[in-house]
């Protein structure tokens, strides 16, 4: 079973069960993965590509994609439950971490801080920067190691870190 049929699966459940919250953040998820589908066929429409059969099977989100866009939608929760904390709004914050949880659900296990160092000090030697100005390097051969693994932000910061070291 792929993620997006899980997820849609989730969302019957949920929708039997009368699980409010959850249907609601399921729905939204289902529609940003089909606005991502259109994306996908629109570009392969351009590209001169006309046959039906074709442009359904190419439309459809790889599992990567699926969590990319999932990725996505968390990450607006978190900014918003931020600026909600910061606007004095904590019942608004509190409805963004519920529905965060249950994104959460369906993004890997993101790493720990001090995993996601170590893996940045690895990149580091295999990118051969020496500064900050071999930011760009590191990047580079890290992201592809932490990549939806690891918050992005946390990562910026940590190779700013070792690079100034």
Do not use: C, H, W
């Given at each position: 079973?792929?993620?997006?049929?899980?997820?849609?699966?989730?969302?019957?459940?949920?929708?039997k069960a009368?699980?409010?919250?959850?249907?609601?953040?399921?729905?939204?998820?289902?529609?940003?993965?089909?606005?991502?589908?259109?994306?996908?066929?629109?570009?392969?429409?351009?590209?001169?590509?006309?046959?039906?059969?074709?442009?359904?099977?190419?439309?459809?989100?790889?599992?990567?994609e699926v969590?990319?866009?999932?990725?996505?939608?968390?990450?607006?929760?978190?900014?918003?439950?931020?600026?909600?904390?910061?606007?004095?709004?904590?019942?608004?914050?509190?409805?963004?971490?519920?529905?965060?949880?249950?994104?959460?659900?369906?993004?890997?296990?993101?790493?720990?801080?001090?995993?996601?160092?170590?893996?940045?000090?690895?990149?580091?030697?295999?990118?051969?920067?020496?500064?900050?100005?071999?930011?760009?390097?590191?990047?580079?051969?890290?992201?592809?190691?932490?990549?939806?693994?690891?918050?992005?932000?946390?990562?910026?910061?940590?190779?700013?870190?070792?690079?100034?070291?």
């Amino acid at each position: 079973m792929s993620l997006k049929e899980k997820i849609n699966q989730d969302f019957k459940d949920a929708f039997k069960a009368k699980e409010e919250l959850k249907v609601s953040v399921l729905r939204m998820l289902s529609s940003s993965l089909k606005n991502k589908e259109m994306e996908k066929r629109s570009k392969l429409v351009k590209t001169g590509t006309t046959d039906e059969a074709v442009l359904a099977k190419e439309s459809q989100l790889l599992d990567e994609e699926v969590l990319q866009t999932i990725g996505t939608e968390a990450k607006k929760r978190k900014d918003s439950i931020k600026q909600f904390q910061d606007g004095g709004r904590p019942e608004l914050a509190a409805q963004e971490e519920k529905e965060l949880a249950i994104l959460s659900v369906y993004l890997p296990e993101q790493m720990g801080e001090e995993e996601v160092r170590k893996i940045i000090v690895e990149s580091i030697k295999e990118a051969g920067a020496s500064g900050a100005q071999d930011l760009g390097k590191v990047m580079k051969v890290l992201m592809p190691k932490v990549k939806g693994k690891a918050d992005g932000g946390m990562v910026n910061k940590i190779v700013k870190e070792e690079l100034e070291k």
